[in-house]
């Protein structure tokens, strides 16, 4: 079978302080000054979806809600807007993640995409219901970005997991 994923290697399973440290940089990079331009992902949201793709037992929808509140309180915005936009990626993610495993990354980011459409919907429907101006169709150019990262940051946050390539004969595995 032509184009399926060429890797092999084993992952070993995921330590949970790595995934505190990815979703504490990744709110980190969000509170960058750098965030308020239009083309900045967030860093925030494609890291709590990878993680609900891959390991979704251990990063649940509270991690989402939590993040997505920290997020409200650092851009200044109505009190759940990234709240209600994180749970329901996190939801649709957890939801994909059988069926995008079976992908390689770039079929998996076409799965992304209207994930992150959705939450910057969201966030732009809840901000013009508490009476702010439509910020312009350019807001939509994070979800593309967004969703052309998603090989790279998956790539980034599985090595820690990979295995090393040496191997021993004496173990099949």
Same mark, same amino acid.
């Given at each position: ?6 890797s ?44 609900h ?35 329901l ?13 079976? %992908? $390689?990354?770039?079929? #998996?980011?076409?799965?992304? &995409?209207?994930?992150? =459409? @959705?939450?910057?919907? +969201?966030? /732009? *429907? !809840? ?6 101006? %439509? $910020?312009?169709?350019? #807001?939509?150019?994070?979800? &593309?970005?967004?969703? =052309? @990262?998603?090989?790279? +940051?998956? /790539? *980034? !946050? ?16």
């Open positions: 079978m032509q184009g399926t994923h060429k092999s290697r084993i992952l070993q399973p995921v330590r949970p302080w790595f995934i505190v440290f990815s979703l504490f940089l990744a709110l980190l990079l969000n509170m960058l000054p750098t965030r308020q331009w239009p083309f900045m992902p967030d860093w925030v949201l494609l890291t709590l979806c990878f993680w793709v891959r390991e979704w037992r251990k990063v649940g929808m509270g991690w989402a809600f939590t993040l997505g509140l920290a997020m409200d309180v650092a851009d200044g915005a109505a009190l759940g807007q990234h709240a209600l936009a994180y749970v990626v996190a939801y649709g993610a957890t939801a994909l993640s059988r069926r995008m495993l079976w %992908f $390689p990354l770039s079929p #998996q980011a076409l799965h992304v &995409l209207p994930l992150m =459409l @959705l939450a910057q919907a +969201v966030q /732009l *429907l !809840l901000r013009i219901m508490a009476g702010g101006d %439509f $910020p312009g169709w350019s #807001q939509f150019i994070s979800p &593309l970005i967004s969703t =052309l @990262l998603w090989g790279p +940051v998956s /790539l *980034l !946050l599985l090595l820690p997991q990979y295995q090393p390539v040496e191997r021993d004969e004496n173990r099949p595995l």
